[in-house]
């Protein structure tokens, strides 16, 4: 008798010798080895092994099985696939066994090119989930070596039996399925892809449905209208009817996919089957069914919305749960563009309205958030008679997130408004509310606010944005949260292109001004990056004038990262201002810090002359910059040094041969023999720059100028360690050395 082909690897002919090949894992421990029928298929022959034996205890299939091994009879697979691709693969796993060959006859001269896809199929069972996962992402590679036939009648009721896996497994595995169409032969056969995604959208967890729904809507589109009433209709009728509420609430999303092309008799059950979701006794269905009405009101009859539609859109909008009534909320933008604005105020405005003023905070939170789309579904006449009274009271909501979620809407609904009259409907009915949460107690609405509110002026124009939105601006730019006076200087622009320059710099400059020493650092760090476009908008002088003495203090910051932003505004303003400007204004106070007691400040002029040098070119790096970096070479603090060592580096392209080779070059190869190591470091990576620079130039570099240090490597560095010294500090250091050591001699070494 022989055994499965997966357990034993034989040789040519029945009784070959034996290797193991992998393990049974189709096989229960139970169960008795029995000689294979003659041109069976998989699970036929399964149903064939014992009569005590269920179906459910075969599982799987084998690799070698899978892979075209002649294993089943005298010189067959797994099935007899009429492509000649696929023969030929059966042909190279068999390698030269005749018709004699026994089960698994994969022998040892076959083509070993299918191993891969052997392991594949038998990591699908493997007890590590990663294993699996692999295997299931894989899944169109398996298919595409079994071919259509194989895939359809062995790999898919394979996976329609054995889901029951970790969730990632499933994802991945419903995810796959939805592009397996052409796998399987085309639209002809994407049916077969229906039973194990029906699987897929009854199990627990919830993203693994989704995916399977998801895949299913896919797949319907493949489907021929006869295929789709004969397959499809029936699987999202049985789903509908299911015993557990995980199939039902799949089945909604299913619908609005296979409604319009369905016939008038099977299109009045699947509205049946709808309906009685939406009233179904668990809240998760009528959740689901609340979620897609939109979407099946939109494939509807525009008879069958009236009739049908609404009256369950009522109902799930007064549903007891809240989860299902803001729900309903969001569906009401889709219905109420399939009406007309009589159908809309009679059948869609009392229940519209009803939800503003809902019990429930979530409910209103999630009219005020879909207000926007609400108000271009009604249209002006009804937005003006009923959304803007609705607006108002979600305004002065009791909750600080409901009143938050209608500020952010603010602009939107004053911009959606029809222009004739809209001024008037502004500063009447919405500006009064706006000024109340200009105040408001809960800093998240005053920040939502200020989001929005400078784009207002765009709506009112010059007039009212001075009189009646600048004192509201600067009242926000004084405000005690930061990040409301951060959203009011993100917009400036808004309220410029209004109002001018001019008249901003004379009302909010000043507010501006205190913001730039504000305790807060991000605060100040928000201002700098906004001042390249306020300097760009002022113009030189009244920057000068007004804001250059800001951007010198920001370089002096107890915080780094408002020096560092500092350094990179000062290159945006020269490259926006011209190096002329630069060379009079900016250099000279930047150089002065070079002479400053605090090391930092010293650092930061070092950090300058790097932003600068490329920004104001060679004649202004030479003549100015440079000779101040190498008088700071000498300075006493090790982390200056080695900063000049970085900046010399930097600037030594902008640079010419005279000044690299007579000026920079002693300095480097001085700070190469510092005491400190990092500053020997740094000055060693600033002479091989330097180097190659000059290199380029075809000026002659000898190897007996660079900077060596007896008894230590000119590449490494380090230091002897003293007695008792830590050299925990250096290992970094080392390391770097060591690996750059090692991938500069592996070339050597081949």
Sequence with gaps: MNPCPCFFRLGKGCRGSIGFFGPPFFWSSDLQFQQWGSGRSLHAQGKNLTPSVPRSRLIGF???????????????GLGTGSSAATSQRRKNMAGAAGPGSGPGAAGGDGDDSLYPIAVLIDELRNEDVQLRLNSIKKLSTIALALGVERTRTELLPFLTDTIYDEDEVLLALAEQLGNFTGLVGGPDFAHCLL????????????????????????????????????????????????????????????????????????????????????????????????????????????????TEIVPLFTNLASDEQDSVRLLAVEACV???????????????????????????????????????????????????????????????????????????????????????GRETVIMNQILPYIKELVSDTNQHVKSALASVIMGLSTVLGKENTIEHLLPLFLAQLKDECPEVRLNIISN????????????????????????????????????IEYMPLLAGQLGVEFFDEKLNS?????????????????????????????????????????LVMANDPNYLHRMTTLFCINALSEACGKEITTKQMLPIVLKMAGDQVANVRFNVAKSLQKIGPILDTNALQGEVKPVLQKLGQDEDMDVKYFAQEAISVVAQRLRKLDFPVKDSEEPSIPGVDKNLFLRPRGPGEDTGKFLPLMSRHRETERLQWLPRRQ
């Design 62 to 76: 084998s690799p070698a099985c899978l892979c075209g091994g002649r294993g089943l009879s005298a010189g067959r």
């Design 195 to 306: 039973p194990p995604l029906e699987s897929l959208a009854t199990v627990e967890e919830t993203v693994v449905r989704d995916k399977a729904v998801e895949s299913l809507r896919q797949i319907s589109q493949e489907h021929t209208p006869v295929a789709l009433e004969a397959h499809f209709v029936p699987l999202v009728k049985r789903l509908a009817s299911g015993d557990w509420f995980t199939s039902r609430t799949s089945a909604c999303g299913l619908f609005s996919v296979c409604y319009p092309r369905a016939s008038n008799a099977v299109k009045a059950e699947i509205r049946q089957h709808f309906r009685s979701l939406c009233s179904d006794d668990t809240p998760m269905v009528r959740r689901a069914a609340a979620s897609k009405l939109g979407e099946f009101a939109k494939v509807l009859e525009l008879d069958s919305v009236k």
């Design 334 to 420: 889709s219905i109420a563009q399939l009406l007309s604005q009589e159908d809309l105020e009679a059948l869609v405005m009392p229940t519209l309205r009803q939800a503003a003023e809902d019990k429930s905070w979530r409910v209103r939170y999630m009219v005020a958030d879909k207000f926007s789309e609400l108000q271009k579904a009604v249209g002006p006449k009804i937005a003006l008679s009923d959304l803007i009274p609705a607006f108002q009271s979600l305004l002065r909501d009791c909750e600080a997130e409901v009143r938050a979620a209608a500020a952010h809407k603010v602009r939107e609904l004053c911009e959606n408004l029809p222009a004739e």
């Design 492 to 527: 400036l622009d808004c309220v410029n292109e209004v109002i001018g320059i001019r008249q901003l710099s004379q009302s909010l400059l000043p507010a501006i001004v205190e913001l730039a020493e504000d305790a807060k650092w991000r605060v100040r760090l928000a201002i």
């Design 550 to 590: 800001l951007c010198m203090a920001w370089l002096v910051d107890h915080v780094y990262a408002i020096r560092e932003a500092a350094t990179n505004n000062l290159m945006k303003l020269v490259q926006k201002f011209g190096t002329e400007w630069a060379q009079n204004t900016i250099v000279p106070k930047v």
